[in-house]
């Protein structure tokens, strides 16, 4: 029943900016933690940032200072804001929310960075 749905990819400039939204149906709860992953070519899915329901937030190193990670908790939604983008964080980008042990994902939508 719970769908994750995840909007706003696109091709942007390097140094430009851009923020990927996640939209959950089909709930009736608060997810304990919400987040994004993203998965370029070639290489393994990595965590991005998340956020926990208290609205503790975590980043991955590469993306520190660059990128904000908000949710609403009424509405279950996530936002990932990224600005100073580089080539580098052309990736297919996942939500992913989490209640207990059971993780939720999303389909993933394109981030294209050009240089």
């Known amino acids: 029943q719970v769908q994750l749905v995840e909007s706003g990819g696109g091709l942007v400039q390097a140094g430009g900016s851009l923020s990927v939204s996640c939209a959950a149906s089909g709930t009736i709860f608060s997810f304990n933690t919400m987040g994004w992953y993203r998965q370029a070519p070639g290489k393994q899915r990595t965590l991005v940032a998340s956020?926990?329901?208290?609205?503790?937030?975590n980043y991955a190193d590469s993306v520190k200072g660059r990128f904000t990670i908000s949710r609403d908790n009424a509405k279950n939604t996530v936002l990932l804001q990224m600005s100073s983008l580089k080539p580098e964080d052309t990736a297919v980008y996942y939500c992913t929310a989490k209640i207990f042990e059971r993780a939720y994902w999303g389909k993933g939508t394109l981030v294209t960075v050009s240089s």
């Open positions: 956020i926990t329901n208290g609205g503790t937030t």
